[in-house]
Structure formats: structure tokens, C-alpha cells
């Protein structure tokens, strides 16, 4: 009887072994996680050797556009966009907000450098913004700013306690440029000579009344984050615009209206959409926007970036693609870094910004996107979409059901990152 007792499991090794079960579940899910991500990194490595190191793709010369007080201007290359930038910077009269979450220590670096140094010694008042994180390969001493320029290296985490709140693991993902408050740059690309010639991203220029927004979202951002008694004191009147409105993702505050801007506008869309996104990895309820509007017979119509910069994220994009094709979603590869987040909607609505279509950027970082309701501006940014397309290939529920083994064992293995990317 005594034997029978001493073998038999108390309730408590009972549940150890359910943990002990667990975790070595959990254990190799991980190992194999790793394993898959190293051999995506191998093989990304041995086709970027091998790929063309001259990188051409087709880009579009837009006219401005007037929508109501404001001109605006669609950027598709990014020389173009930064000689404008730089032009715009050499015309401050008094002050100059730049914002970025990558600004690269390499020769665009340091030209837009050089540029805001020579005016903040004329007496232009220039801010800068950098985020720590997306600048940790950039040389110390490229971050390092003479006293005429007020810079801020924004740092999500300040001090241990933030290590316990998750709004604090927000990086400033924002791209913008605002001189004199009167004329602003707002969308995807970051700083940096890659970005110039290399990938392909969408930026707009705002002139008028609207840059006031813009402006007072920077000014709010800095005095948020920058040192005691380094706030800016000038307020900026805000401008409701019925035909342009800035929305922000807030962090701190657990606010993403730019998440809710799409599901709006998806919902709500009766011919056409055209979604560009760099990396499409969107949560259930717009993933079913999306899909609800190709059943009701909407156009829909994704692009992507075949392989990014980020190849994990792309794997876990073409979890989505069985589902998008059997819907009716039409998806097209594109052939080169595509980092735009725009969007076109019944050739009447547009969006241009920084906020990429994954957890990070729906529910997480700081973000900055405009939302323009004008026929006009719809036009160009189909324009654009054509042309992305024409030199993209699209795929079909055929050739991709026929896809290998391999390649969908480890789009299931990596799914569970799909959580927090």
C-alpha cells in the first residue's frame, strides 16, 4: 500500500510536468524559429551578393496640386524629394523642424547636415528629432550637433521604470520637415543616400495653411520628450481642413487613429482600392475589412515589396496571401525595395505617411500619416499605383498554392511573430 502511494503523482509534480511539457513546446518552437530565421538571413544574404548592384525602377514627375488653401506635391524618388527638402531649408527664414527615424551619417547625411548648420549660424531656429534606436549604426560622432542646433535623440526607454509600461517601447517612427510653418514634407522616406536612389517611397509636400498641423505635431512631440526648460514656447493654430487631416499614433496615450483611418476607408470603399505598404502584416479586423470589401466586389488591389529589408516581415506578409488571392485581393511582387504606405480609395481618397501596415506601426510606435480627399491628388497617387504594377509581377492563387513545402513550413513556423511585428 505504502509503494503504491510513494509512486503515485501528487498534484503538484502533476502540474510541474504539464509546465515541464510546456516549456519544452515552447522551447522548440523557439529553436525552430531561429533556425528558420538564419537560414531566410542565409539565403537573403546570397541573392543580395548576387543581385545587380545598379538598382532602377520607373518614378513619376508630378505636377503640384491645389486642394484648397494648400498646394500640394507627391514625391516618388528620393533625390528629387531631398533637393526639395534642401531647397526649402536654404529659403527658412525662421525656423526649421526636421524629424527622422533613420538619418544616415553618409554623404545625404551629411549634406542635410551641412544645410541646417549654416542656417541655424544665420539665426534660423532649427529642431531636429532622431530616434535612438533606428540610429544605432550611425556613428556617434554624426549625432553629435554644434549648440546652435537644438537636437533631440529620442529614447524610448529613459530610466527602469519604463521597462515595465509597454508604451514605452514606442520608437518615433516619423518622417517630417516643416520651414517657417508654412510649407512641410511628410511620408516614408528617411535620410540617407540608399533612400535616394535605391528604394522606391512615396513623400508629400504640403504648402499652405496645412503645414500649421504638421508644425504644432512636431512642437508637441519635442516638448513631450526634450529636456527641462528646452521646450519650444511658439504655438501653432491648428487649421480643420475638411479635404486634409493629420492623424498621429500616441503611444503614451494608447490612441491609433491611423489604424482606424484605413478600417474607415476600406469599409466604406465601392470601386477601387489601391494599397501600397512596405510591410503587410495588418491585424485581424482590417485583414477582414480588406477581405469584405473584394467579396462585396470592390477592387482591391495590394503591392509589396517582394523582399524587403526586413525579411522576417516578409514571410509573414505571405501568410496572408492564400487568403487575400481566394478572396479576390489581387496582390503584385514589386522587384526592388518598395517602401511607400500610401493608399487610394474610389480615385477620391488618399493617404500618404510613415505608418507601415504591421503591429509595430498599427498599435505601437509613433507614427504620421495625411489623409487627402481630393480627386486630383486620388489621380496621381493611381498614377503611381499603374506604374509600380506594370514593372511588378502578380501572383495567383495557382502558382502560389504550388509554392514548396519548405516555404510554407516556414511561413508556419514563424507565424507566432506575427504577434509583435
Known amino acids: 500500500m505504502s509503494t503504491l502511494l510513494r509512486k503515485k503523482p501528487s498534484l503538484f509534480s502533476s502540474r510541474l510536468s504539464i509546465r515541464q511539457i510546456l516549456f519544452r513546446t515552447l522551447g522548440i518552437v523557439l529553436v ?14 546570397v ?10 525602377f520607373a518614378h513619376l514627375d508630378l505636377d503640384p496640386v491645389q486642394v484648397g488653401e494648400n498646394t500640394l506635391q507627391t514625391y516618388t524618388y528620393g533625390r528629387y524629394l531631398y533637393d526639395a527638402m534642401l531647397a526649402a531649408i536654404d529659403e527658412a527664414q525662421d525656423t526649421i523642424y526636421l524629424e527622422s527615424y533613420i538619418w544616415k551619417g553618409d554623404a545625404v547625411g551629411e549634406e542635410f547636415k551641412a544645410h541646417l548648420i549654416r542656417k541655424a549660424e544665420q539665426g534660423v ?10 540610429n544605432l549604426v550611425v556613428p556617434r560622432s554624426f549625432k553629435s550637433f554644434p549648440d546652435c542646433i537644438h537636437s533631440l535623440e529620442y529614447q524610448a526607454i529613459r530610466n527602469p521604470s519604463h521597462f515595465f509600461d509597454p508604451r514605452r517601447y ?9 520651414v517657417d510653418g508654412k510649407t512641410s514634407f511628410i511620408g516614408g522616406y528617411n535620410i540617407g543616400s540608399l533612400y535616394a536612389t535605391e528604394w522606391r517611397d512615396t513623400h508629400l509636400r504640403i504648402s499652405g495653411p496645412a503645414a500649421n498641423d504638421i508644425a504644432q505635431s512636431f512642437v508637441e512631440f519635442w516638448n513631450r520628450f526634450c529636456r527641462k526648460n528646452q521646450e519650444i514656447s511658439r504655438h501653432y493654430t491648428r487649421v480643420f481642413d475638411p479635404a486634409i487631416n493629420l492623424h498621429g499614433n500616441d503611444a503614451l496615450r494608447l490612441t491609433f487613429p491611423i489604424r482606424d483611418m484605413y478600417i474607415d476607408a476600406v469599409d466604406n470603399a465601392e470601386h477601387t482600392i489601391s494599397l501600397t505598404n512596405a510591410y503587410f502584416v495588418p491585424d485581424a479586423i482590417l485583414f477582414k475589412a480588406l477581405k469584405d470589401a473584394a467579396e462585396r466586389g470592390v477592387d482591391v488591389r495590394i503591392l509589396v515589396p517582394w523582399n524587403s529589408n526586413h525579411f522576417v516581415v516578409d514571410w509573414l506578409a505571405r501568410r496572408y496571401f492564400a487568403r487575400c488571392l ?21 480615385a477620391q481618397w488618399s493617404t500618404i505617411g510613415t505608418a507601415n501596415l504591421d503591429r509595430l506601426s498599427s498599435l505601437g510606435n509613433y507614427e504620421i500619416n495625411a489623409e487627402v480627399y481630393s480627386k486630383e491628388v486620388a489621380q496621381q497617387m493611381e498614377a503611381i499605383f499603374k506604374s509600380d504594377t506594370s514593372g511588378a509581377f502578380e501572383l495567383t492563387l495557382e502558382n502560389w498554392s504550388s509554392r514548396p513545402w519548405y516555404a510554407r513550413l516556414g511561413e508556419d513556423i514563424l507565424a507566432p511573430l506575427g504577434v509583435v511585428l
Open 326 to 346: 481566394k478572396a479576390g485581393i489581387r496582390i503584385f511582387g514589386y522587384h526592388t525595395m518598395l517602401h511607400a504606405k500610401t493608399c487610394t480609395i474610389d
Open 170 to 178: 514606442a520608437l518615433d517612427h516619423r518622417k517630417l520637415l516643416v
Open 32 to 45: 525552430l524559429q531561429i533556425i528558420t530565421v538564419a537560414t531566410i538571413w542565409i539565403v537573403a544574404k
Open 47 to 56: 541573392r543580395n551578393r548576387k543581385s545587380k548592384k545598379n538598382v532602377s
Open 125 to 134: 531656429a532649427v529642431y531636429i528629432i532622431f530616434d535612438a534606436f533606428g
